[in-house]
C-alpha cells in the first residue's frame, strides 16, 4: 500500500482551532490574536518549501497583504509555512508566483487546487442506482453487512446466505438507507484474501439480493481490489467503499468511473508515525481524490472517510473526531465510521459486543461536525441518534 510522495503538501484548516492549538508553536506567536479574529480569513499550511526560498516567498506574500507564520522548526530543510489571507489574495498571490515557475509555480498550483476545493459546494444529493438520496437535509444511515468469519465485531454471524440477506432486510426495516457489504475482514492483523475468494463470499448475496424486487435499498461493496469492484458492479451493485482511498490498487479508479458509480475514498496507512496527524490525513486524502479525478471518477462521484480505526491509535483517532470540521472542508460528503470500534472500547474498557452508548456518542458528534453519512452495526438505534441529532442540528 502506497503512499504518494508529493514534495509539496499544502491544505486549508480551521484557522480558530488551529492557530488556538499552536499559538506557541510559531515564531510569529504575536500576531496570532488579531488573525484569530478575521472570520473571512483562510488559513493554508504548506510543507516541503526550502528554506532557501522562504525570504522571497515572504516577500511575495508580503505584497500581497497575506501574513506567514513561520514554524518554530524553520532550520529543517522541510519547511513549514502558515498563510492567513483572504481568497482573492491567495489567488493573487498565487498567480504572481506562478509566473515565475519551476518550484514557484508548484506551490502556485497547489494553492489554486485548494481555492477550487474551498469553492466546491458539496453535492446536495448522491445517485445510487435509481435512488436519489439527499446530502445534506439529514444523514444518511449505512448498514454494514459482513458476510466472512473474521470481521472484528460480526464476523462469521453472516456468512450464510440465508442469514445475510435476513440481515439486510432487517437493517432495511430499521431504517437504512444503504447497505455496505464486505468479504474481506479489515480489522488490524487480518489476513488478506484473494479477489477469487471475497467474490464467492460476496456475490451469492448481491445476486440474491438484487434479484428480489422487494429489496430496493442501494448496494455498496468494500473492497479495494478493482476486480472484485468490476464483478460486483457488473451485477447491479451502486457503490464502491474503499478502505485504501485507490491506493491499493491502481486500476479500481478506472473500474468505478467506468460504471459512473460513486466511491468513498478512505484514509488509510501502514503505520501510526505522523509528521503532522491532522495535516498528513488531508494531504493523503487529497492524493486520493487526485487519484481518483484521473481516474475519470466525476467530482460529485467522490465521497471522503478520515478513516477512524485505520493507521491510527485511540489518541490519533480521537484527534481526528476533534477536528472532523477540517474534513468538510474538501467539499466531498463525508462519511463516518466508527461503529463499535477499538478507540471506543479503550476508551470505555468494553468489549465489542457492548459499544453501543460510545457510538452513539461517535455518531451523534460526527453529525454535529458535518458527517454526512454513517456507518453503523446497529442500524435501529443508530437511526434514532441521527434523527434526533438532525432535529438540533440540521433543522
Not at 498550483?109 to 444529493?125: F, G, S, T, V, W
Amino acid at each position: 500500500m502506497t503512499r504518494s510522495q508529493n514534495p509539496i503538501k499544502i491544505v486549508s484548516l480551521d484557522p480558530h482551532r488551529y492557530l488556538s492549538a499552536n499559538k506557541l508553536n510559531y515564531s510569529n506567536s504575536n500576531i496570532i490574536g488579531n488573525i484569530i479574529e478575521r472570520t473571512n480569513f483562510v488559513l493554508i499550511k504548506i510543507q516541503g518549501i526550502p528554506p532557501s526560498h522562504y525570504t522571497n516567498f515572504e516577500k511575495k506574500a508580503a505584497q500581497h497583504n497575506i501574513e506567514l507564520l513561520l514554524g518554530s522548526g524553520h532550520t529543517s530543510p522541510e519547511q513549514e509555512i502558515v498563510m492567513i489571507g483572504t481568497k482573492g489574495a491567495l489567488c493573487n498571490l498565487s498567480s504572481s508566483i506562478k509566473l515565475q515557475g519551476g518550484f514557484y509555480k508548484i506551490v502556485g498550483n497547489n494553492i489554486d487546487k485548494i481555492l477550487k476545493m474551498l469553492k466546491n459546494k458539496k453535492a446536495e444529493q448522491i445517485k445510487l442506482g435509481k435512488q436519489l438520496l439527499p446530502i445534506g437535509k439529514r444523514t444518511l444511515v449505512m448498514g454494514i453487512l459482513n458476510v466472512t468469519p473474521d470481521s472484528f465485531s460480526d464476523g462469521g454471524q453472516f456468512s450464510a446466505i440465508d442469514e445475510a440477506i435476513k440481515q439486510a432486510y432487517k437493517m432495511a426495516l430499521e431504517g437504512a438507507d444503504l447497505i455496505d457489504i464486505g468479504g474481506e475482514s479489515t480489522r488490524p492483523g487480518s489476513e488478506q484474501v484473494s479477489a477469487e475468494e471475497e467474490l464467492r463470499r460476496i456475490m451469492p448475496v448481491i445476486i440474491a439480493l438484487k434479484r428480489d424486487k422487494d429489496f430496493i435499498l442501494p448496494i455498496s461493496v468494500d473492497t479495494y481490489k478493482a476486480a472484485v469492484a468490476e464483478k460486483a458492479l457488473s451485477a447491479g451493485v451502486d457503490m464502491i467503499n474503499d478502505v485504501w482511498g485507490l491506493k491499493a490498487d491502481s486500476e479500481l479508479g478506472k473500474v468505478t468511473a467506468h460504471y459512473d458509480v460513486p466511491i468513498c475514498l478512505m484514509h488509510n496507512r501502514n503505520d501510526t508515525n505522523y509528521n503532522d496527524l491532522i495535516f498528513d490525513i488531508l494531504t493523503e486524502l487529497t492524493d486520493s481524490i487526485e487519484i481518483a479525478l484521473e481516474a475519470g471518477v466525476r467530482d460529485e462521484n467522490i465521497i471522503i472517510d478520515p478513516g477512524i480505526g485505520f493507521g491510527k491509535d485511540l489518541q490519533q483517532n480521537l484527534e481526528v473526531m476533534h477536528n472532523l470540521g477540517d474534513f468538510c472542508k474538501l467539499g466531498y460528503p463525508l462519511l463516518l465510521g466508527t461503529s463499535r470500534k477499538s478507540m471506543i472500547g479503550k476508551t470505555l474498557n468494553l468489549p465489542v459486543d457492548d459499544r453501543l452508548e460510545g457510538t452513539a456518542a461517535t455518531v451523534a458528534l460526527g453529525i454535529s461536525a458535518g458527517a454526512d453519512i454513517v456507518r453503523v452495526h446497529d442500524v435501529k438505534q443508530m437511526r434514532r441518534v441521527a434523527v434526533m441529532a438532525d432535529a438540533i442540528i440540521r433543522r
